[in-house]
């Protein structure tokens, strides 16, 4: 079906890889990956990787992204990265209010939206995580926690800027548990989160905004996911530590 949106799948590889494994990382999915036209393709590896990564994939198919960045351009904020510092890398993707960053260094939704704000100026394109804990699903609240969360996390963005801002999707019980939602349960919630753009801006950027999925991708449902109308792309995590895995994941998804 054509959705009228590219798809876009992004390998997160939080905290794992040295430079030394990284380039090794890219350099085995620049040979797997080097026909890919239709799906955009981005890696996130840690800072400390982002330079050397940055020069090993110039004039590839493969797009940088970083996993975090401040909310302040510049200053006395220790241990931060700022927007302009990603942009010397040619960092053209950077993930937002990750729910292990929401959840460990207690990120709020008003911080997000700064944030996602900040990166806009810099001209970087945020990925904005949403997505509920098992415990919320089990009670029935993940349209009242997700819309939160999307209604926060969004509010200083224009229309404009939300059309170049991606979504992911991950529903946190099923972040590195090997539990995925199913297909069905994929779309019911990337409907939902339309739904919501389609309120708080309008239509058009509702029908433009990309929404990925993200909660164990894996070669072998990728290609179901990838499938459902309103899924439009994925975040990968564990499935991106391995150039095998995270390219059979991109190559299923092809047409």
Not at 93 to 111: A, C, F, N, P
Request: with cysteine.
């Amino acid at each position: 079906m054509d959705k009228g949106r590219k798809l876009i799948i992004a390998g997160n590889w939080k905290m794992n890889k040295t430079v030394a494994e990284a380039l090794d990382l890219v350099n085995g999915l620049k040979r797997e990956l080097a026909n890919i036209k239709e799906i955009d393709i981005v890696v996130c590896p840690p800072f400390t990787a982002l330079s050397d990564v940055s020069k090993a994939i110039l004039n590839t198919n493969i797009r940088l992204g970083a996993q975090n960045m401040s909310e302040h351009n510049f200053g006395a904020y220790t241990g931060e990265i700022a927007a302009g510092m990603l942009k010397e890398f040619s960092v053209r993707y950077v993930i937002l209010g990750h729910s292990e960053r929401r959840q460990y260094q207690k990120e709020t939704d008003e911080l997000i939206a700064k944030k996602a704000l900040a990166a806009h100026a810099a001209s970087l394109k945020p990925i904005v995580c949403v997505g509920e804990t098992l415990a919320q699903r089990e009670a029935g609240r993940t349209e009242l926690v997700v819309g939160t969360q999307l209604r926060k996390s969004l509010a200083a963005l224009s229309a404009g800027q939300m059309e170049e801002t991606i979504i992911a999707y991950e529903p946190i019980w099923a972040i590195g548990t090997g539990k995925n939602a199913t297909a069905d349960q994929a779309q019911d919630a990337h409907m939902f989160i339309r739904k919501q753009l389609a309120a708080m801006f309008n239509e058009t950027v509702a029908r433009h905004a990309r929404i990925q999925y993200g909660g164990s991708v894996k070669p072998s449902n990728a290609r179901e996911l990838m499938s459902q109308r309103d899924v439009d792309g994925a975040l990968v995590g564990g499935a991106s530590l391995e150039d095998r895995s995270f390219s059979d994941i991109i190559k299923n998804c092809v047409n």
